[in-house]
């Protein structure tokens, strides 16, 4: 049985467009985070400039574990492994910690090579990041992730910034994020899902205290699921199971982007983030008294395409919706997940780019509604 704050029901989605309508202004400032997208890397100082009106403190960084090592490397626990490649990461992570643009960067890290998946490759589907894998070349990996950011590790003539805060593992209750769910037809993910935190936490926590910090470990954000699925796991269920594995972690994760693209009504068992009380309420049941913070990891809603029901005034919705969970004084970061607008997600940002046909590089209205209810900071 679900906690009664999940049983509610949240507001619809008209109710959430009339809200859109009735903002108000100078909301109390939460923790906001942007996604580290492609705007960074081609707009340089303007993206900034973007993140700055936007309040944004905190900056996500995804890293693919397949990416970075295509193939098995030697001295896996070091940086320096021969067969690691870091560069992407790299200019990512500088990016995100310009101190001429002071922000904290998240981790986000996931993907298992083909060489290193359990199943050898016996499952199929080559080049699928989702496939759980060896214990111990996980392990490695963090190892040298967590040495890298730590601060203390100089690359290129300088020393690469630290990242002190990682989520591990993001989506761990979908099928595209975490493989097997079910094993001879009883849910698995969440005690496999264990493994791979806790082993995670271990390496990132020795390099951390090696070097004099606390390193903040968030489990992957559980990802709404889309009511016609028989392969996800509904994020409820999901997070009970963790709960009943004894599942060590700081915060937990969420993502809540509504399947849809739309943000309205959360089914039973699924949470949403216009009922962010009721995703504290089941937290609180499955570990009470530790009141757990929680970490909106992952969150955006699309301005299009109209023919598929979603319109600027939908994403407009949603970030009235995202803007007050991050608020909530449980919340410690909210992470929305696109800046800008681009060629290969036309309708995923918050601000319009050219040369696409359908963008002028004018502020979107979901921009509008942002700076509304949360004020850009005066310089």
Request: net charge positive; charged share 15%.
């Amino acid at each position: 049985m679900y906690p009664e704050a999940v049983r509610r029901l949240p507001v619809l989605a008209l109710a959430l467009l009339a809200a859109v309508a009735a903002w108000p202004a100078a909301a109390s400032a939460g923790a906001y985070g942007i996604a580290l997208d492609g705007a960074f890397a081609t707009s340089g100082t303007a993206a900034w400039n973007d993140a700055r009106a936007l309040s944004v403190s905190w900056v996500r960084v995804d890293v693919r574990w397949s990416e970075v090592a295509p193939t098995a490397p030697t001295s896996a626990r070091l940086p320096s492994g021969k067969g690691y490649d870091w560069g992407a990461v790299d200019a990512k992570v500088r990016a995100a910690a310009d101190p001429a643009h002071p922000a904290s960067v998240l981790i986000s890290v996931w993907g298992t090579p083909d060489w290193a998946r359990q199943d050898g490759g016996a499952g199929g589907e080559p080049g699928n990041g989702a496939f759980l894998p060896k214990r111990a070349h996980w392990r490695n990996f963090v190892a040298a992730l967590a040495t890298r950011y730590s601060g203390a590790y100089v690359s290129n003539g300088s020393a690469l910034p630290r990242v002190s805060a990682f989520e591990i593992w993001p989506a761990p209750n979908l099928q595209a994020g975490l493989r097997p769910q079910r094993l001879a037809g009883r849910l698995a993910a969440p005690a496999l899902f264990k493994g791979l935190l806790a082993g995670a936490a271990t390496e990132i926590r020795a390099v951390a205290a090696a070097n004099g910090y606390t390193a903040t470990i968030i489990s992957g954000g559980v990802a709404r699921t889309d009511p016609a699925s028989t392969a996800d796991t509904q994020p409820v269920a999901f997070l009970r199971a963790m709960a009943r594995a004894r599942v060590t972690l700081d915060a937990i994760g969420l993502r809540l982007s509504p399947p849809s693209g739309v943000e309205g009504v959360a089914e039973a068992g699924n949470l949403s983030a216009s009922d962010v009380n009721g995703a504290v309420a089941v937290v609180d049941a499955y570990w009470p008294g530790q009141a757990r913070a929680l970490w909106l990891t992952g969150y955006g809603a699309p301005s299009g395409p109209a023919e598929a029901g979603r319109t600027d005034a939908t994403q407009q919705a949603a970030v009235a919706v995202f803007l007050a969970a991050a608020q909530n004084a449980r919340v410690a970061v909210g992470v929305w997940d696109a800046l800008q607008d681009t060629p290969a997600a036309p309708y995923a940002g918050l601000r319009a780019t050219a040369p696409a046909a359908d963008q002028t590089g004018a502020p979107k209205p979901s921009w509008t509604t942002w700076t509304t209810i949360v004020p850009p900071p005066v310089t």
